[in-house]
């Protein structure tokens, strides 16, 4: 590898946090699957990520993980969150590919 390579993959090898560890080593877990028919992508992102923060204080929901895809082509998703790692180890939580900086509290 090249002289540098640390730096240029660090975000790569942020630890995990506590509860998404133990989440991998504890029991198999399910996925719940609600299918929400919407007719645009616009509006399918908008509405899943009302429903995904409405569900944000249940630590079973994994906001971040939030995404949408056509009825037809559910292998193509697409994120509603961008989830990059903060300095202060916390995730961005604006809309995904957002085009200013990251911020760690909801969209203004």
Known sequence: MSPGWEHQYSGL???????????????????????????????????????????ASTPQVDVGGTTVSVEDAQHVRHWVFCDRIMPDRRR????????????SVDDP
Do not use: N, Q, W
């Open 92 to 103: 961005c939580r604006r809309k995904a590919d957002h085009g200013d900086a990251c911020c």
């Open 13 to 55: 090898f942020t630890p995990l946090p506590r509860f998404a560890v133990e989440a991998y080593t504890e029991m198999p877990r399910h996925v719940i699957h609600v299918p929400v028919a919407v007719t645009d992508l616009a509006g399918a992102l908008d509405l899943a990520r009302t429903l995904a923060r409405s569900l």
